[in-house]
Nanobody
Framework: QVQLVESGGGLVQPGGSLRLSCAASGIIFGIWRMGWYRQAPGKERELVAH???????TIADSVKGRFTISRDNAKNTVYLQMNNLKPDDTAVYYC???????????WGQGTQVTVSS
């Protein structure tokens, strides 16, 4: 059974930083593509970043230069380091894991990030 558990969200002032973590279980973590998505109120879920098994990454233009995705295969954990946060970054952030065999996506429960003064 695939489980993804996010942590690290919260309230932060503009310009601040947060690090999100997603602990995965039930998968061979090292070969799965992992990612972070976000969904703001009234908007569709959007890609923030992906990291592939070889640690190649893709980053959305809206967060490029501010957010970094990384993974620790020994800990079965993927991270999203978010710096210089802006109010537009306010959203529920979801961890995503995609099966290399079926391409089926799995999702975590989401963690709220609120950027406000």
């Amino acid at each position: 059974q695939v489980q993804l558990v996010e942590s690290g969200g919260g309230l932060v002032q503009p310009g601040g930083s947060l690090r999100l973590s997603c602990a995965a279980s039930g998968i061979i973590f090292g070969i799965w593509r992992m990612g972070w998505y976000r969904q703001a109120p009234g908007k569709e879920r959007e890609l923030v970043a992906h990291i592939f098994s070889g640690s190649t990454t893709t980053i959305a233009d809206s967060v490029k230069g501010r957010f970094t995705i990384s993974r620790d295969n020994a800990k079965n954990t993927v991270y999203l380091q978010m710096n210089n946060l802006k109010p537009d970054d306010t959203a529920v952030y979801y961890c995503n894991a995609q099966s290399p065999r079926t391409n089926y996506p799995y999702w975590g429960q989401g963690t709220q990030v609120t950027v406000s003064s």
